[in-house]
């Protein structure tokens, strides 16, 4: 057994087909890659990686199994799966995960190919797990899968607490202490237990609050979208022989020297590097944008900044335009038992309701540019976009009121 | 100048009228009363006293006014205020006050008396600030009287973080770093600058999270009502010559040496000591009780547990009705800035709704008894109070499933 | 099973014989035994009890016991001296000890005749529980006896991390969930594992820095000798009827309302509850005081005192003489695994060796006395005792440079 | 003005010339250095870098500044050297600070031409500063040189701090904001005010503490070596134009890739990427280590490591000798006020002598090789090296008793 001492959850014991996979290079790798991506760049301290994290989902899943009494081959799979859940991750996280499933076709939790290969593939079949069954855990599926990848799973639990701790910001403290000493089964669903409606409020509150804080930080999307161009045009650019697979599977260092090296994105690379960063010409509220924009396509956006940097007449590499989904209106189905009847949170906490409402006033477009541009490019996407209004970050810019902005922290 | 170290904010200078302020026996008092009363028979840490917490106010107070650029005699005014914020409580802080105030006709923030009279009134003329305006503040009037007392005074911004720290409950964690730092006045009136919307609000989600939790669980309410019992026998009790006035006036200690001394009060008070608690006979909804009961007052309360008594065949000592109030509709007036203009939290947020509704899910009737008549008791309460239904806990009781309840910690 | 919020930590479950002895008035009276006793008045936040750290204790003790594979009667026997242990405290804790103990005959942990009377006796007995055996356990005797009170007890490992919790004082922070994992048996004997000599090291050091900036700081001392002082006169009071059993059994509310009540002792209890503390007329270095003096037994202290008292013509309540006892040579016999052989960390260890010297370089004779008499019973001070020159507290006093003495915090 | 929020020191305000020296990119580089280079190999969460610590020394700075009362150009001039102090810094921080101050004779604190060039330069000029009195402070110079590189240096302060907080390890947890707030000048001495012996203590103590646990660690010494290594390797690989200069220039990013890159290094940088690490083949206390070998330079020990190649019959990048310095001699020169009289520390506490005793019994030479020849290589060494007895280590590894060592947590 090997005890790791960690920042969060002090000393973690690792056991069995987990100790075993903590020294394969799949997992080794997650060393390499910050969990927050560029989040960093608003909070200087957020430097931790996928690595510490796996491992406090592993150390959170093992406390939550022996609550409910699971042991055995389907605790080891649990076990396995939340150390690994992360494996499929490329290069800053959840920063081009879009680009890279264009690509590839995967998302970061598909991750069949990487469970069945190499060491990892190995060392699950040494202690009699088949591969694709720890990968359907991490995809969420079957009983335990909501333990891994749910409404009430234990990656969630781990994040908000450590990003909390990392960033500073204290709105992810739950008390998953609690959570997970709560979780019981009924019919084969994870349930919260009697009198845990406030504690799974918290969870969903402090996911709330650190969203726009911490997760959609307006210089977290700036730079993230930063990030994504260049990488678009390290892919394009015909000095390099990188492909989606090649840059799925690279770390963080591998992408910021091959960003450094290659000529058609030493431009982003260095901005990105000296935080010398893109401002908001635009930052629209949802009511204010016309429905088919929310919609379009990587390929429409791509033909809306060529069409907004035409009319501003400037380089189209100074315009990204910035469009998250729409926001998503799935019920809380977080389970838990009031009065002895299972009642998903969402019929049963207000706040449920108020937070998909929250989500849609936290929702903006943001298109950005060099901060000499800002002015004009604003007009412009106004214009192109069809914007319903001169929008509340275009008028700030216009009055010069936009200081905060260029704090880190908002 | 003095430094004190205090386990939530370090270092806390105390300087200037606040430090003459320090050495009145009417602070120095406050060391003997603790901050949550009997909560700290539901968690067993939170013996934090009013004197470490007003501490705290004062040591906030001053860091706004030093970023709102106020200094003088204004800024003294205010340091006095927030430091004898609390001296109008009794023992138990919050937990007599209904009672007291019954008896004097005084809450504990009208401090009219306390600050003119004694030690308090000689400082604070010799640092020439007028008793009374200091007072004022305390009562939340006028300019800065919202900093004291208010939407978004430092009182609530220290004992959200303090009580999270001493009960080990992490909802209250708000980031007051930030809010203080944020505060600004325009027209008048105290607002958060832009860019703060999650700030504020999770200022009113931490005290929506910790009122169930902590201030208002099941346990904290059952002997905050024994003991608002037993203090009512001790006022009448003809052996002993305590009013409304002296109980104002005494400590924690002097009230649980009466109580146990004074014959009437003896049982009760053998049952807090040894934490041998009533039982909650009944927990209702607010759908399942009649408007009239919840805005019955003092002596129908009374005469509903005589007349439950008289039907379960019970003494009338066994049987406690705890009605709290209809739950405010207050709008959170909060304001913040956005886009330039001032706006009330309110109309901003969609969670200051949902918390309202909240506010409604988690209201509860209760009548408590020893456990023993637990099922007498509840079933002769939902007749005499006419409860629409079976409520909720009286089904639970009944079928045995009330273990989670007599847990410390639901 | 019940599960406890604890601010130090966490959750902490309690079962068995633990859970049934909770409820029992013995233990739930260290709810009102403050952990620190007048350390409060130095450090306000310092207000934590017995109760939670015997909390505390019994945590810590389950997670050595499970780690040392200990179960069973054995195990139940430990935990009940875990959470017993503390039990045998009169009010104040340590403070009224040395008091008690010359009235009674008893230390706090001769706890075999607590343990053997009512409830927890019948506790015990119930889980077939020799009272003597634990109370042998908590007495520091056999195998086990170790762990409860020892060199690296789990009685320690608590206390030194909640103090720094709650005073604020970083200084206790030790590795506890280190220490207890890398406990192990070697020969009967309880050991540190290989690799943990700085571990062994933090805990005498952690000690070291918490004793003069906690425990011993110069403003608890007074106020202990002064509330020593103040009970010694109750016991005297023709007026009152305690005796040392008697006292012993008070907790802190009984102690302060009969000072306050008591004619005798109204002076102290007025000074002890408004904070307007004796100061320092000497604070002598151990080379600077005459042998005989720091052997004195309490009768020729309290000769030395009215002598002083004489011979600055002032009434002998107004001078209080506080000699600790010598620094106690004691070899740290905490013992650790070094390359495969058992050592004694004094052996090991040169830290050892320095922490005796600093308990030498900190000690100091103390004279107290209301602060307007400071000098004269300084000088009287100095020449009854033959103190060897006049001593360095004397002079400062004299020039005035008493300032930082007067703070809360030194 | 801008806010930043760090993860220790919550809010960091930074003003004036900090703030325009934020921007540069010689101190944007430092995002991409890790504070402890290869510790977090041990400590997985120890990823925080040395731009949040420059930010954390800066805002002490300003603390210690304000409380003497420095402002003006000269508090100016001290915030850039507390910012800048570390901008000298290479990849991994000091892991390769041997290796380039061979190559280019420039220790990390040597940053005079670093401060005249660019960006940071023309700043300092801009407000008025000259560059080299910066660099001047940051060498530890003149009266406020010992605030920024010193005994009491806030900069250690800082550090003792984050590294515990990031580790997880509890040993550094000074009492920061005490120490800051009794910084006193006396004849142009920094000293610690009356009353702070035990403050100046803890700061050795956890140094001391901090020192084997974590940046001594042996996983962190032999991974370290490892680094050294390959990066000498990468140097004097004929593919590669790296001289000692360029190196010092890279980030953590450059050279992890360039080290995946060179042939020439691609063993090591695969051991490195994926923790397999050498294994201690000998680890000898200093008296067993003859004295030639501890004064021996670098060409030596490169000279005994072929011969202990040779004599073992393994390639010569089997073997890694790694002979720390011998235990500094240095009186601790924190100067603390006692009685009104200026102090050394050395004299005025045991526990310096004690510490520096300890950093004699804590001192190892290692031998480093793959754990396969681990036996083989140890007796060679041992031979080679002329160790007096078959040392501690190479016995455990015999018995086969290494388990303990192979964690990641001694």
New interface residues.
Partial sequence: M???????H??IQVDGVARDLL?T?AL??L??I?QLGTV?LV???????R??HS?GVYHLACEALEQLGVDGTQAERVHAAALLHDVGHGPFSHNLESLTHRRTGRYHDDVHDVLSDGAVGEVLREHDLEPDAVANLVAGEGRFGQLVSGELDVDRMDYLVRDA???????G???H??LV?ELTFTDEELVL???N??AA??LL?ARA?MN??VYSHSVARISKAMLRRAAERLLESPENATDGEALQRMD???L??AL?SCEATSTFSRRL????LYKRAVWAEIDDVPGGIIEADHEEIRSFEREIAASADVDPECVILDVPGRPSMTESTTRVLV??DVRQLGQ????V???R??Q??QWRLGVYSPPEMRDRIGRAAVDVLGLDIEG?LV??VR?G?DT?L?????
């Avoid at 701790?165 to 709105?171: D, Q, S």
């Fill in positions: 090997t005890t790791i001492k960690d920042s969060v002090d000393h020294d290079p080794q790798r060393r390499n910050r960093s909070y200087p301290s957020a430097n931790h990686t690595f510490e491992l701790h990392h960033t500073g910001v204290p709105y403290t739950i008390d202490g609690r000493r237990d009697e009198g409606v406030q409020e918290s509150v609050l726009p804080t963080d260092h591998d910021i020297v450094r590097d000296q935080r010398d009065n002895g049963q906490s207000p706040l309701d108020a937070l409402g929250a849609y006033s509340a008028r700030e009055n009121m905060t260029d704090q880190f922290l908002e």
